[in-house]
């Protein structure tokens, strides 16, 4: 483990092959001094701050993510992408649930949803149920899917590729579990076009990071889809909110 202190003694930087199992804290800045600026670095807690953030992670982080996953005009970008999801359906980082009431039941014939956060899962088999739609809802890591080549048509993945450590990873084996023709539906928030905006998501990640569970706010949708062999239709814009949190990709693509 490094230990070079970031801002407080008590963070830690360390690298994520010496952690490699958090999503919490990743980021990717340089150090001029106690400021980040641009080097590859992830951030933890130790002692006493450790225990808050694993109380923090566990109990209050799902309700604070549920509560921002469910701001309106996040609902309307489930709204419209959602329902055009048919056959077997496979949801990346299904969350607390919150795409579930969107699904056009009568388009799927099976809905399997991952997630390694099992705290978040008790939210979503109540939103399951609540929206009479069966999940078969799984504690996994995108990165590493155990499932065959080519068996789902639709594979989902809404506000999830900016918390996933190894975005690239999961989104390969996304393309490897589609079946040929089969679609990706995707709604991210990441890297905005403005240089003014992009510097304030650098400033802003390594706070936001540990507070938002791992979240990355800059990660650039386009380019990830087209390394990891996406051919996508992209539509892009700011939707309401803090400038650097709110520049939005959403989508379809489909293997190239
Ligand atoms: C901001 S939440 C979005 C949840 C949901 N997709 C939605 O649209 O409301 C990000 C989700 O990504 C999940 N996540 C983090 N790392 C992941 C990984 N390696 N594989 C799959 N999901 C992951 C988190 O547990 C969390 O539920």
Redesign the pocket.
């Known amino acids: 483990m490094q230990g070079s202190p970031c801002r407080s003694d008590a963070l830690v930087a360390i690298t994520p092959a010496d952690y490699p199992q958090s ?1 919490r804290g990743r980021g990717s800045h340089k150090m001029q001094g106690n400021v980040p600026v641009d080097i590859p670095f992830t951030l933890t807690f130790t002692g006493p701050e450790a225990i808050a953030m694993t109380i923090y992670d566990r109990y209050v982080l799902p309700y604070l ?1 549920d509560i921002a ?1 469910g701001l309106p005009m996040v609902q309307a970008q489930r709204r419209q992408l959602v329902p055009q999801a048919q056959g077997r359906v496979l949801e ?5 649930g ?2 579930l009431p969107f699904y056009d039941r009568t388009r799927i014939t099976r809905l399997v949803g ?4 099992m705290q ?1 899962h008790r939210l979503a088999q109540k939103r399951s149920r609540e929206a009479g739609i069966e999940v078969e809802l799984m504690g996994l ?3 590493q899917l155990p499932t065959a080549n080519a068996s789902f048509d639709t594979v989902v993945c ?3 590729l ?4 190894d975005a690239a990873q ?1 989104l390969r084996e996304m393309r490897r579990v589609l079946v040929p023709g089969g679609k990706l539906l995707f709604c991210e928030h990441g890297r905005a076009p403005d240089e003014a905006v992009r510097r304030w998501q650098d400033r802003l990640q390594p706070l936001w990071g540990p507070l938002a ?3 990355q706010l800059g990660r650039d949708i386009p380019a990830l889809l087209e390394e990891t062999g996406f051919a996508s239709s992209i539509q892009s814009g700011y939707l309401a909110g803090p400038r650097p949190m709110t520049f939005h990709y959403w989508g379809q693509a489909q293997a190239a």
């Open positions: 999503p993510i996953c990346i980082g299904m969350g607390t919150r795409n991952v997630d390694p956060a978040m890591s995108a990165e809404t506000y999830t900016c918390s996933i450590p999961a569970g791992g979240c």
